[in-house]
């Protein structure tokens, strides 16, 4: 594996992060302006300052600033517009890795509710990012950073799968049905024909527990057949993100598998020069 593959593979995820990253701001930007949802966060800053005590001093103070969301995406989006264009330059790179890692303590300082598996992936790609930026070589760089997130994808994937198959809900197929019948992530069509045809939702349920727990598979595969599961892979939370209404997950996820890809290439190169 050449180091412009490497370099390669790297840029783009940071690209698709980036795009992740642009699109979870522009989001936060537009329910910021919403009363609303001011007066949740406000309310939601007030249980986090319950529970972990008040932040006294200057430091305090923007914390729990009202408009502190409010810059924290506006920062966030600046961030993930420079990754996108400038995904290549090292410099940049660090820079806006760092400066969305405090950006998102300030967030959880500030809020503990509301972060889901697509907040944790995006910030572990950041923080894979800020360390491997500190490595001089390129090529170790790049390396680094890309093998570090197929290490989280796996253990990602796979325990996502392994939690649902603990559960009463997933394994007898209900849990399918329960998710399209909530507000935040449901879809009412989906739901009522989960309803008529329960063998759907358990379907569903199976499918989902088998694919995610044997993700791990996917380093074994030739690099040909690696790349279709990705493709299948991506189909599945492109259909989450329409259905649930979740694009971030897509995009933080997805931003994992050039990554992947880099790894069984390089994987299936080794093994050829080896034979």
């Not at 790297?10 to 910021?32: D, W």
């Not at 001093?57 to 923007?62: H, I, K, N």
């Not at 088998?210 to 690099?223: G, H």
Request: aromatic share 8%; proline share 4%; glycine share 6%.
């Amino acid at each position: 594996m050449s180091i412009e593959s490497a370099h390669r593979q790297a840029k783009r995820v940071r690209r698709i992060a980036a795009i992740g990253q642009i699109s979870s701001c522009a989001e936060g930007l537009r329910r910021n302006g919403s009363r609303r949802h001011r007066e949740l966060l406000d309310s939601r800053a007030s249980i986090a300052t319950a529970m972990r005590g008040p932040i006294s001093g200057r430091v305090g103070a923007l914390i729990e600033n009202p408009r502190t969301p409010v810059v924290l995406d506006v920062t966030g989006l600046l961030c993930g517009c420079a990754s996108l264009v400038a995904s290549g330059n090292p410099r940049v790179r660090t820079a806006t890795a760092v400066v969305q890692l405090l950006g998102t303590a300030v967030a959880r300082r500030r809020n503990v509710y509301g972060w889901d598996g697509a907040d944790q992936m995006q910030q572990v790609i950041t923080l894979y990012d800020a360390i491997s930026g500190v490595v001089p070589d390129m090529r170790a760089r790049d390396d680094l950073f890309l093998r570090s997130i197929n290490a989280q994808a796996a253990l990602a994937y796979c325990a996502s799968g392994l939690i649902k198959l603990v559960s009463d809900d997933w394994r007898s197929g209900r849990a399918f049905g329960l998710v399209m019948r909530t507000s935040a992530y449901g879809s009412a069509d989906v739901s009522r024909i989960v309803e008529r045809r329960p063998a759907i939702g358990f379907l569903m349920c199976w499918f989902t527990i088998v694919w995610e727990t044997a993700f791990p598979i996917i380093y074994l595969l030739p690099a040909p057949a690696a790349r279709i599961a990705l493709r299948f892979t991506k189909l599945f939370h492109l259909a989450t993100a329409h259905f649930m209404g979740i694009p971030r997950f897509f995009w933080a996820f997805t931003a994992t598998h050039p990554a992947v890809e880099y790894l069984t290439a390089l994987d299936t190169r080794d093994h050829t020069e080896a034979i």
